[in-house]
Nanobody, 121 residues
Framework: QVQLVESGGGLVQAGGSLRLSCAAS????????MGWYRQAPGNKRELVGI???????SYGEFVKGRFAISRDNAKNTVYLQMNSLKPEDTVVYYC???????????????WGRGTQVTVSS
């Protein structure tokens, strides 16, 4: 089994910063992509940022230089540094990883449980 455990969410004032972390554990053979999505109630889950094992990065259009994603392959951990936070960034953030386990020939998608980020105005 694979688990993604997020940490680092919480309450911050507008203009402040937070750093999210997500560690993958379990029967992992390789992790192709790790990243973050977010979802507000009633809305579709949207891309925040993803990073491949080789370091290629993609961000959602709304990020506009405010967030930075990074990854520690040795620790199977992905980070999201969020700066200049706005009240509209108040949503649940979900960790994502595309993982091949030792017992599977396929790469499967895995999700964390989510961490709440609240930005006060």
């Amino acid at each position: 089994q694979v688990q993604l455990v997020e940490s680092g969410g919480g309450l911050v004032q507008a203009g402040g910063s937070l750093r999210l972390s997500c560690a993958a554990s379990g029967n992992i053979f390789s992790i192709n992509v790790m990243g973050w999505y977010r979802q507000a109630p009633g809305n579709k889950r949207e891309l925040v940022g993803i990073i491949t094992s080789g370091g290629s990065i993609s961000y959602g259009e709304f990020v506009k230089g405010r967030f930075a994603i990074s990854r520690d392959n040795a620790k199977n951990t992905v980070y999201l540094q969020m700066n200049s936070l706005k009240p509209e960034d108040t949503v649940v953030y979900y960790c994502y990883a595309a993982i091949k386990t030792s017992s599977s020939v396929r790469v499967n998608d895995y999700w964390g449980r989510g961490t709440q980020v609240t930005v006060s105005s």
